[in-house]
């Protein structure tokens, strides 16, 4: 059965620095998303993206963040300069239908 | 706004006895309601939607819209549904899941 994937399963980086979270959706897949949980809080959704550009995104997702899909395959995440604040898990999901989500086994992201 | 709320952060249950977990939802509108579980370092899973009205591993939930719940249900626990669970809201025209903060089910053997 079809799995999406993340890469890589944990990053550990400097505040202030560039990180770039990969995702490999189901390949049908229409809808992309990325989701985060800090530790011991529920799980946030960030951002959605359909044909080719961002269909919704939350408060959190700020100028600090982009997300590309630069080829058919890969679906990226990007934080510009990370604060300590962005640790987390960071969770990719898609999905053929707007309400069906399958989701990755996340990137756990600790910045220092 | 739409809210989800799972009032208990621990449930813990002999094998064999009934499950509950319990889920509350916010919103204006007609929502889509799901239960995702994740089983010990593992990924998220959809476990059941509320408008396939399945039952998926022994699992139901049904929509009160009344109540504004959608309680997890299972008559006869088993050790393998230890897990977190969450309640999940997506709301009509939106892209986003809306999750509440999950429920640690432990069954006892």
């Known amino acids: 059965e079809p799995e999406v994937t993340q890469t890589p399963s944990h990053q550990v980086t400097q505040m202030g620095q560039e990180v770039i979270l990969r995702c490999v959706p189901i390949?049908?897949?229409?809808?992309f998303y990325w989701y985060r949980q800090i530790l011991g809080q529920k799980v946030e959704f960030l951002v959605s993206?359909?044909?080719?550009?961002?269909?919704?995104k939350s408060e959190i997702f700020d100028d600090q963040f982009s997300v590309e899909r630069p080829d058919g395959s890969n679906f990226t995440l990007k934080i510009r300069s990370t604060k300590l604040e962005d640790s987390a898990m960071y969770f990719c999901?898609?999905?053929?239908?707007?309400?069906?989500?399958?989701f990755g086994p996340g990137t756990r992201l600790l910045v220092l | 706004a739409q809210r989800v709320t799972q009032p208990e952060k621990l449930l813990s249950v002999f094998k064999g006895a009934p499950v509950e977990l319990k889920c509350n939802y916010s919103?204006?509108?007609?929502?889509?309601l799901f239960w995702y579980v994740q089983y010990s370092r593992q990924r998220l899973q959809l476990l059941l939607r509320?408008?396939s009205r399945e039952s998926i591993k022994g699992f139901t939930a049904d929509l009160n819209k009344g109540e504004t719940s959608f309680h997890l249900k299972k008559p006869f626990a088993q050790e393998e549904d230890s897990a977190m669970y969450y309640c999940?809201?997506?709301?009509?025209?939106?892209?986003?899941?809306?999750f509440g903060k999950g429920t640690k089910l432990s069954v006892i053997p």
């Open positions: 999901a898609s999905g053929s239908l707007q309400e069906t989500q399958y």
């Open positions: 390949s049908n897949h229409l809808y």
């Open positions: 993206f359909y044909n080719n550009e961002i269909s919704e």
């Open positions: 919103y204006s509108g007609s929502p889509e």
């Open positions: 509320h408008i």
């Open positions: 999940a809201l997506n709301g009509a025209g939106s892209y986003q899941l809306t």
